[in-house]
């Protein structure tokens, strides 16, 4: 009797142990639940064309974007939380022509959004947008004079609204009656022309400065953005960006637009293509022509601008 009762026990307590031993070990495997998610990717995109005893003409050619992209998500049942780090820089090189700046970002975006609601998919939103350039730009092919610099100009996006976001539709729409604007031209010769709208300076008859220009320029006005981002079919996929803004102040009415369209073509991992668009339109940004041919840039007004983009790139996440 003894020796069964025994036996029995024994058998209970390596059953238990086991039970324990195989816990720890799910324990230790699993990952810690969180509510983050990070995205780090590196894009390397380029284009060249070599012309030998080409009957037709043309020009050896090349040309790279790279670009870098760091985003931090959170979001739990109430809280959202998006944050984006975006740099790019691209330079073309052609014969018997200087290098030339072809694309120069730097980008950082941050959305809060709070909802009281589990179920809804509107958020009470406050956005963040700052954005500059890394080098100096020029309206080739006079690189004498910078038209821009490195913050300047810059520009600082600060509101409060309502965003609507649907992670099913991978589409966010964010609207803000109370935006403010800041534009910061730290150049001051820039400053002085009254260059991306503002003040410029004062001179006498006799061209003397009076007063410097200023630095900055603050605005408050309507915001609105959209992104869309969805797969067209398979292995390319379509994101759509764009932001509206009017100034309460300043001709209320006259939109600035920034409007990008982009389409990704995953060939393999590491291996993509790239077809874009991106329009602009500044009321504050003049377009500047040398209607001298005297190596001065006389500013006309604003215009409509446009880059155009096909690429095929690297691809690497980290």
Known sequence: MRLKLFLIFTVIYILNTKAAILKDTLDINQEPLTHWKETNNFRLI?????????????????????????????????????SELKGNYGLNKEDRRELRKTEDLIELNSTFGYRNNIKSKWYSSAKFNFKTQFANGYKYPNTDKPISKFFSPAYNFLGVGSEYFSKEDELKIY?????NKMTFVCNQLLANEGAFGVTPAIYDDAGNLVIEGENLKVEVGTFIASEWRTEVMENIKMNNKLILYSDYLNKYGNVDVNWELNFDLTIN??????????????????????????????????????????????????
């Open 46 to 82: 380029f284009t060249q064309n070599s012309f030998v005893n080409w009957s037709a003409g043309g020009n050896n050619s090349i040309s790279g974007i790279a670009k870098i992209n760091i985003k931090r998500d959170y979001k739990n049942n109430h809280t959202v939380w998006q």
């Open 175 to 179: 609207l803000s009656p109370v935006t």
């Open 269 to 318: 991992k590491h291996v993509t293509a790239n077809v874009g668009t991106h329009i602009l339109y500044d009321d504050d940004v003049k377009h500047k022509e040398d209607i001298n041919n005297d190596g001065e840039l006389v500013a006309l007004g604003p215009k409509i601008q446009l880059k155009q983009l096909l690429g095929v790139g690297l691809f690497y996440e980290f």
